[in-house]
């Protein structure tokens, strides 16, 4: 069965590929320091950057977590097993290369039933992050953890889709006071009726969480955020120039433009985000030289989209005061 399998793969110190239903996971061992680094080393990533710690239920967070904040188990009682992330103080014999050397552990409990079914037969914990080479786009489907990682990882789950296709929210503890760290499936919205008040962003104090650096989530093809309104007249002046172009937008085209690959990812933020990785790699395969993303709306539905547009776009055009379109590279 698939499951021994990848149980036996753990147990070797060997990487496992898993459903979750937020992104796919690239898996190990979370105590076995050897098979943990062989995660960064299948991925390119930095040493420096912790990993998640993924438990089928919050029984054995002693295990992992030397003290849990009082907030963390409200959260995890509303929230888990689902796309929600804790950064907490580390228990003492969490490995120095999970947590990047820092004195606290991120810990998810997710809630898909491939990745349940799978924890609970290895029975402790499993580290991964998103199982895409550094920097790159995150996988929804398993064809896409076979064309980045392929023959470095021993097997791979193939559980569909992922439901909600953007990373889980990731909230960290100071005191009293909860502060979110990276946008995601649970909304601040449904964390505030939780806990009251949410700080947001990264403050000097906080853990450092790579997937906030500037660049990240990134195609390989140049793109760019483009105003709502001007996102035809963009694709129509860069195709007309003779340049490839794929746009990313949340409608149709009010023209057929001819050399335009374009997608109506809609207007809904559920169904955009579950479907926005596997656009961009679609879009980043289609030949083009340049993607153009329509602005997303405002509001807290499309924070976790945002987040990762911004990261993966290498500029953003404005509109200056006097209506003109900016230039794009
Ligand atoms: O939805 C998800 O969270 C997926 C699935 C597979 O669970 N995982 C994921 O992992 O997105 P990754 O490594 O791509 O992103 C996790 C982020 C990284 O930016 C990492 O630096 C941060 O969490 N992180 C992990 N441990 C941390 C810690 N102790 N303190 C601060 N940030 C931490
Ligand atoms: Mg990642």
Known sequence: MEIETAVQALRDGE????PTETVYGLGA???NPAAVRKIFEAKGRPTSHPVIVHLDSPRFLHRWVREVPETATRLAERFWPGPLTMVMPRAPNVHDVVTGGQDTVAIRV???PMAQQLLTAFGGGIAAPSANR???LSPTRAEHVREELGDSVKVILDGGECQIGLESTIVSFEGQNVRLLRPGGVTAAQIRQVVGELLVGANLESPRVPGG????????TPMAIVPAGEIDAHAAALSEGGRRVAALAQRLPLKAHKYVTWINAGRRPEQYGHDLYANLRTLDKAGCQQILVQDVPEGE??????DRLLR?????SESDDSGAMAVLP
């Open 301 to 306: 539905p499309w924070d976790a989209i945002r």
């Open 15 to 18: 990487l496992v590929a898993f």
């Open 312 to 316: 993966a776009a290498s500029s953003v």
């Open 134 to 136: 550094y920097g790159k």
């Open 29 to 31: 061992n979370a105590q």
């Open 110 to 112: 997710p809630s898909h």
């Open 213 to 220: 650096t500037p660049s990240h989530y990134a195609p390989t």
